[in-house]
């Protein structure tokens, strides 16, 4: 079951489904705001807040229980690969951590979504809220869960990503209106913070479960970027509202647009078969990014330079005196007036394998 959206209860629907069938669940329940009343802008005018009856309990042990419940139906679907994220403010992100633990999930990450543009604090009496929390978690602590470490340093200007995320509020253009011009859904997430999510934890053709799917963000991402997606939706009207946004979205038509290769999972390439293809021949002259150092590549795979012989690495270690060296990107090769590093090659020769 993929690609479309079950109307009902969350936790029965989910029930329902095979175990160990989803890689990635994204779950945006109802954070219990436990809200006195109206809130009011400095003019007098009301803020458009959260005040459906889904996001009300009677106390904290209703909502405790009604967390335990979908998170021990998320866990049965989880494969061993898969991971779960969940969002959440201060009223109930703290709640959802501890029954998170208590089933026995392995929490990897708390993100922190740093709203650019907040709602600001109109009574004036606290700090104005300006993030939301996400736990990164897997099914348990031996999980060998999945993270595409390389696109999200891609995302990132070459930057390892980091665990607090600078983004806009869903708003302009992207929010959903109803035909009132007030928002169809209260709590509808930016589509940035859901590529980002989807980006780092699954593949292509991957499915993403969203049992709380709302306008459907998750599913309208997840399409886009070539992954299977399933929603659960009890609200009649939102479910409407997200099949309508799926039926605009287009899927990615070249999977390798939206898929980025993990170095790790690449086919290894030894620095001699280089040479042995022909890309390099023995007595090519290898140049340091500083045309400090040079060496020269040997018929068997090796270098020798002045006063060392041995791998890539241990040949760019030595003359640098440094403890390790990573070979590949050090050496590179004079081509018209400039240096190619020797990891071009490298990838050619994968390429070719794929």
Known sequence: MENRILQGDAVALMEALPAESVDLIFADPPYNLQLQGELHRPNNSKVDGVEEDWDKFADFAAYDSFT???LKAARRLLTPAGSLWVIGSYHNIFRVGTRLQDLGFWILNDVIWRKTNPMPNFRGRRFTNAHETMIWCARDREA???FNYEAMKALNDDLQMRSDWLLPICSGGERIKDGK???AHPTQKPEALLHRVIMAATRPGDLVLDPFFGS????VVAKRLGRRWLGIERDKSYARIAQERLDKTVAVADPDLVATPQKREE?????GWLVERGLLTPGTVLVSPNKRWTAKVRADGTLISADHRGSIHQVGAAVQGAPACNGWQFWCVPTDGKLVPIDLFRQKLRAELH
């Open 68 to 70: 335990a419940d979908w």
């Open 144 to 146: 060998r869960y999945h």
């Open 181 to 183: 011009g007030k928002k």
């Open 216 to 219: 459907g963000t998750t599913g």
């Open 267 to 271: 086919p290894r390439i030894p620095f």
